[in-house]
């Protein structure tokens, strides 16, 4: 495999969810055609690909198409089937590998992973019988019960109480394996998003300070308001997990700051992250621009911040009046300074489905705060704290 790939060529792209579109953006941007491999008809990324292959992850005419066409291929999620990148790998340059998206599509793997690089987790048991129950250390609850595959925006996940409502909820999850991990309370959480290249030169973005609510990102405030200790041990660590990966590409390490500014890592995401969408505006190089030269070989970019930002998710809440549906108050908040509204083209707005996000930019922080406040306003959300 020769790189660098120069603009013009094809690159592949399996899934179709707004990653997938925000990457096709930066990767047409940057002069590349992207070819996306995704079943859905509705999908954000299908719909400003240059080509969409419409079929299952595992059809291998699909895949074989994939394969001719594309040099290189990423994925935008990492519950893409092994079998789908161990079949590409063997005809084109693939990352991240697919070792790196196994650790992260596995909570268990996941946490032995970082344990044994060094990086503190939340205290958690694994269950995967019945009988873990029996031995787990009261100390872990109350505590929040995870599957340990397919969870994400907080589904898969179960606040408990105590060790019958741990069982109870086990049980309702389908008894599948699962971490149990202890309900910490968090000062902070940040995120770092790192970008690596195939010959190990890294970079990593500004730290976000996210918000959470009822488990999916709702805020993120750049630069985090965290002393320059923290954020070299975050920066540090989140660096730690990409080359002990040996990663190739875009990830983003989630953590957790307890009161006593402990820095635990909460999740590893295979590419890039909600958490990371303010690069878009607010960065010389986004993450999407990033996995795109990557991906290509070509140089990473600037990583620098150009102004201070803070990004409102838009989920599809906003869409529901009751139980009525209307239009978002849209040119309320495309009247506020700064404001730069990205839509992700999904047709339909559900409850707790990602729709879209604002990223406010400002000369300060603190203004950057105030005009995120206004629309949260005019979207009828909370505002960022
Ligand atoms: N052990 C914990 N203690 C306190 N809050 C937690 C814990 N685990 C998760 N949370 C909260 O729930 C959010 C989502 O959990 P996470 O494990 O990141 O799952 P997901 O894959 O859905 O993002 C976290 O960002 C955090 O706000
Ligand atoms: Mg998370």
Request: hydrophobic letters at 50%; charged letters at 20%; one cysteine or more.
């Amino acid at each position: 495999m020769t790189f660098p790939i120069a603009p013009g060529a094809w690159l592949g792209l399996l899934g179709g969810g707004q990653l997938g579109r925000m990457f096709c953006m930066a990767a047409q941007s940057l002069g590349f055609k992207v070819c996306v491999l995704d079943p859905g008809d509705d999908s954000p990324a299908g719909a400003v690909a240059d080509d969409h292959l419409r079929a299952d992850y595992l059809d291998q005419a699909a895949l074989a198409e994939l394969a001719r066409r594309c040099r290189a291929v990423t994925t935008e999620f990492e519950n893409v089937p092994a079998a789908a990148l161990a079949f590409l790998a063997q005809h084109c340059s693939v990352s991240p590998h697919a070792a790196s998206v196994a650790i992260a599509q596995d909570r268990i793997e996941e946490k032995r992973f970082l344990a044994t690089a060094g990086i503190g987790v939340a205290p958690h048991a694994v269950i995967r019988l019945v009988t873990d129950f029996d031995r787990l250390d009261g100390r872990l609850l109350p505590g929040i019960l995870k599957s340990a595959r397919l969870g994400y925006d907080g589904k898969g996940q179960a606040r408990v109480a105590d060790l019958a409502e741990a069982r109870a909820a086990w049980q309702t999850m389908g008894a599948v394996p699962c971490v149990l991990e202890q309900r910490l309370d968090l000062a902070l959480e940040l995120s770092v998003v790192v970008a690596r290249a195939r010959d190990g030169t890294a970079t990593t973005f500004p730290i976000a300070e996210n918000v959470h609510r009822g488990g999916i990102l709702a805020v993120s405030v750049v630069p985090a308001r965290i002393d320059e200790a923290l954020a070299r041990r975050a920066r540090d660590a989140a660096l730690a997990v990409a080359v002990a990966m040996d990663y190739v590409g875009v990830l983003c390490v989630e953590f957790f700051v307890l009161a006593d500014g402990r820095l635990l890592a909460n999740e590893i995401a295979p590419r890039p992250h909600n958490s990371g969408h303010y690069t878009i505006d607010a960065c010389v190089s986004s993450q999407f621009d990033e996995q795109a030269r990557v991906l290509a070989g070509q140089p990473l970019g600037d990583t620098g911040l150009l102004a201070p930002a803070v990004m409102l998710n838009i989920l599809g809440d906003v869409w529901f009046d009751g139980e009525r549906l209307r239009e978002p108050d849209w040119p309320a908040v495309l009247a506020v300074p700064g404001a730069k509204l990205h839509l992700y083209g999904k047709r339909d707005a559900r409850r707790g489905r990602k729709m879209g996000h604002v990223t406010c930019i400002a000369a300060s922080r603190d203004e950057a705060l105030a005009r995120a406040a206004r629309v949260a306003g005019a979207l009828g959300i909370a505002p960022p704290a």
